[in-house]
């Protein structure tokens, strides 16, 4: 499934997790991204399905970890939109994003390439109710 990003992504999240890490604008960066979810785009539910989309979403994505800045930020505010390039993942689910390619300029630009790892994590499960 090949996901991407929708209005519906939450890409202030990914900004504020950016803003945490102390990313700046402009920064070119080797980072991990934990916790992303894909599922599959509201449109593959209606009708033929023309090819496997998803959506990614950031809401409940983790702590940013740095691992490597390789081009230098001009310290001027993060962009608002997000995009996400080359992530196919085998269905919904949470996944991790290791050492993934992320650009801040123009926009926020992640880029899943050759020596990205993109790992599935387990699903944990939502209780609706309380516990009594």
């Not at 980072?31 to 979810?37: R, T, V, Y």
């Not at 009708?47 to 390789?70: C, L, P």
């Not at 996400?84 to 991790?96: C, E, F, I, M």
């Amino acid at each position: 499934m090949e996901a991407r990003v929708t209005a519906y992504s939450q890409a202030h999240q990914l900004r504020e997790r950016m803003q945490r890490a102390e990313v700046q604008h402009g920064q070119e960066i080797r980072a991990d991204l934990p916790g992303i979810k894909v599922s599959a785009a509201a449109s593959a539910w209606l009708g033929a399905r023309q090819g496997s989309k998803g959506e990614v979403f950031f809401r409940n994505m983790g702590a940013i970890r740095v691992r490597r800045v390789t081009i230098a930020g001009d310290g001027r505010a993060l962009p608002d939109e997000a995009i996400v390039q080359g992530l196919n993942v085998v269905g919904d689910g949470t996944y991790d994003l290791l050492n993934a390619l992320v650009r801040s300029n123009g926009n926020l630009h992640v880029i899943v390439d050759e020596v990205t790892q993109v790992v599935r994590t387990p699903r944990i499960r939502e209780f609706a109710g309380t516990i009594g």
